[in-house]
């Protein structure tokens, strides 16, 4: 086996995880892990990352929440067609030729660095 091949299936292996324990998109792993490790573009790893999550990524994870009844689906499906035309409008404009991967990188860090703080610091954040 490649040491490419070892280090997707890695990747995957974390992502899949993660997703399965705090319900984060896998992107939010595989993203960073394949722009910092495997050396990719920015662009090409949101691309590679989108299509990897096609189907896989939520539907085991979903069926064991929801034997434990630990699913909302009304809220899930709602939720899921936002997900679809957000989705949408954010690959159309993450791939405008004006949109550099170098800007793309920066944004995205400040995305998780913005949620990380407010996980790390919810008092600042209550009303």
Same mark, same amino acid.
């Given at each position: 086996?490649?040491?490419? $091949?070892?280090? $997707?299936? !890695?990747? #995957? !292996? /974390? +992502?899949?995880?993660?997703? %399965?324990?705090?319900?984060? %998109? %896998? #992107?939010? *792993?595989?993203?960073? @892990?394949? /722009?910092?490790?495997?050396?990719?573009?920015?662009?090409? @790893? =949101? %691309? =590679?990352?989108?299509?990897?999550? /096609?189907?896989?990524?939520?539907?085991?994870?979903?069926? /064991? &929440?929801?034997?434990?009844?630990?699913?909302?689906?009304?809220?899930?499906?709602?939720? +899921?067609?936002?997900?679809?035309?957000?989705? $949408?409008?954010?690959?159309?404009?993450?791939?405008?030729? &004006?949109?550099?991967?170098?800007?793309?990188?920066?944004? &995205?860090?400040?995305?998780?660095?913005? *949620?990380?703080?407010?996980y790390l610091f919810?008092?600042?954040? =209550?009303?």
């Amino acid at each position: 086996m490649s040491n490419l $091949l070892i280090q $997707l299936l !890695l990747i #995957g !292996l /974390v +992502a899949g995880v993660a997703g %399965g324990m705090f319900g984060i %998109g %896998g #992107g939010a *792993i595989m993203v960073p @892990a394949m /722009v910092l490790l495997l050396s990719l573009d920015q662009k090409l @790893a =949101t %691309g =590679t990352s989108l299509a990897a999550q /096609v189907l896989p990524i939520g539907i085991l994870g979903a069926i /064991v &929440y929801h034997r434990n009844n630990n699913l909302n689906i009304k809220h899930a499906i709602i939720i +899921a067609i936002g997900l679809v035309i957000g989705n $949408l409008f954010g690959a159309l404009f993450a791939n405008q030729p &004006y949109i550099s991967s170098e800007l793309m990188k920066k944004l &995205y860090g400040l995305f998780l660095f913005l *949620i990380g703080f407010r996980y790390l610091f919810p008092n600042l954040f =209550t009303r």
